[in-house]
């Protein structure tokens, strides 16, 4: 299967619906993008170094529109029973572009891992909202790693 990935153009993953019309999917994304930004403006590398306290000033608008209700569902996301599973690994480790399909909204899996990335660094902040995205993270970086040997 991985010489297979590894020849695809584009993997499109599908975590079929939401069971919300879609609703869910949408804002899980909405606020995966939304927390990207604010990691992207706000996190140095020397912050993701060290862990330091990245959170923007509370006069500058705080997190913004990243609420712990929006991020409840990115949680529901990250539990999808794909995420658990080994072989996803090739699937998107593999191929040289991977889109997420999940209730009628898509976003590019660079984005699942910049927030995984970001998260595992910074996701203490939220009471309520529990997950380890580290692991994702960590184990996707080692087949892009490996890769490019």
């Known amino acids: 299967m991985g010489e297979i990935y590894s020849h695809a153009w584009r993997v499109i993953i599908c975590l079929g ?3 919300r019309s ?15 930004r604010i990691a992207a403006r ?8 060290d862990v330091s306290f990245w959170r923007p000033e509370e006069e500058e608008g705080g997190y913004g529109p ?3 209700d929006r991020l409840l569902h990115v949680v529901q996301l990250f539990k999808k029973p794909w995420f658990g599973r080994v072989w996803v690994l ?3 480790g593999l191929s040289r572009d991977a889109l997420l399909a999940y209730g009628g909204s ?3 899996f660079t984005e699942i891992m910049d927030f995984a990335q970001a998260w595992s660094q910074t996701g ?5 909202v529990y997950f ?5 993270s960590m184990l996707f970086n080692h087949v892009w790693a490996t890769r490019s040997l």
């Not at 879609?22 to 990207?36: L, Q």
């Not at 706000?42 to 170094?49: G, K, P, R």
């Open 132 to 136: 380890s995205a580290g692991y994702i």
């Open 17 to 19: 619906d939401d069971e």
């Open 22 to 36: 879609g609703e869910a999917a949408k804002i899980a994304f909405d606020a995966i993008r939304d927390y990207n």
């Open 106 to 108: 898509t976003i590019n």
């Open 66 to 68: 990243v609420t712990g």
């Open 42 to 49: 706000y996190m140095t590398e020397s912050q993701i170094a």
């Open 90 to 92: 090739q699937e998107v």
């Open 124 to 128: 203490n902040d939220f009471p309520g």
